[in-house]
């Protein structure tokens, strides 16, 4: 037997789990299937803001998105690397 | 077991724990704790695995839905599918690899919740097969351009509500890993003790 639940964060449902482990504030398969065909059916939004679908009522809530932020990327990469190497992993394995 | 385990949160220590509970002497590698989360049976400790699914959403967080709360544990996350949302339709993506011959990204991360000690993460970048005009959304090159649909390095900078869920947050929160029109299956695995 499955169990479901919402992925709440923050208000906002986000995703939805399953798991033969119990579950707290479980729901049922039917309502997960719903709450699934919800999020493939979000709204578009208008530039710069999405959708996130309310916790607690279940509807849909226009939020303005936040300004992206310029990530040196390539220091990340290195970071990694540099983490992998200090715990013996070879990059790449 | 448990004095050692509250006592030192190092990885090496946290390690070394669980290879005396499979029967080891030494300290393993990430790898062989990944296998050890498969292998672990009692000694009070408890596995929990499930999945969870996000499409056409905007996130950067990340729920297992496994109460940690006092505990150590040991988790593992890893992408089992992934695809676009096309007209209200999941298109799975399919044929392809990361550079690392991974099909998406694996996280590994080991600690206390009551700590916020992170010993480990392996972080895998991820790249979907499909580019950013595909995805059906306005929004979802609003982070990365045209640099295709993209999961970003998951990374763990905290671990928030030390009485539910352990949560994972990506490295950078304008990294969103999750974006309209995108589809992720995550498997997760975590064994509490």
């Known amino acids: 037997m499955l169990y479901y639940c919402k992925i709440i964060n923050n208000g906002y449902v986000e995703g939805i789990a399953s798991s033969e482990n119990t579950l707290a504030n479980a729901i049922s398969e039917s309502d997960a299937n719903r709450i699934s065909n919800t999020f493939l059916e979000k709204p578009l939004a208008p530039d710069g803001y999405t959708y996130k679908l309310r916790s607690d009522n279940m509807e849909w809530k226009l939020v303005e998105l936040p300004e992206p932020e310029q990530i040196d990327e390539n220091a990340e990469i290195s970071d990694y690397e540099n983490a992998l190497s200090d715990l013996g992993v070879r990059f790449g394995d | ?193």
């Open chain 2, 1 to 193: 077991m448990a004095d050692y385990l509250i006592q030192d949160t190092t990885l090496d220590a946290i390690a070394n724990a669980i290879n005396a509970k499979t029967g080891g002497s030494s300290a393993m590698t990430p790898a062989q704790m990944v296998t050890a989360i498969g292998t672990i049976s009692g000694g009070g400790a408890q596995t929990y695995s499930g999945d969870i699914i996000y499409q056409n959403q905007i996130i950067d967080e990340m729920t297992i839905p496994v109460d940690v709360t006092n505990k150590l544990f040991i988790a593992r996350v890893t992408c089992v599918e992934s695809g676009v949302v096309d007209n209200g339709v999941v298109v799975p993506d399919v044929g392809y690899v990361t550079p690392h011959g991974d099909r998406g990204n694996v996280v590994i991360l080991a600690g206390r919740i009551f700590s916020q000690e992170l010993c480990y993460t392996q972080r895998y970048r991820y790249t979907a097969s499909v580019p950013d005009e595909t995805v059906g959304d306005s929004n979802a090159s609003y982070y990365y351009g045209n640099d295709g649909a993209r999961l970003s390095y998951v990374n763990i900078t905290d671990i928030t509500n030390y009485t539910t869920n352990i949560k994972i947050k990506t490295q950078n929160a304008s990294r969103k890993w999750c974006r309209p029109g995108l589809y992720f299956k995550f498997h997760y695995e975590v064994v509490t003790f």
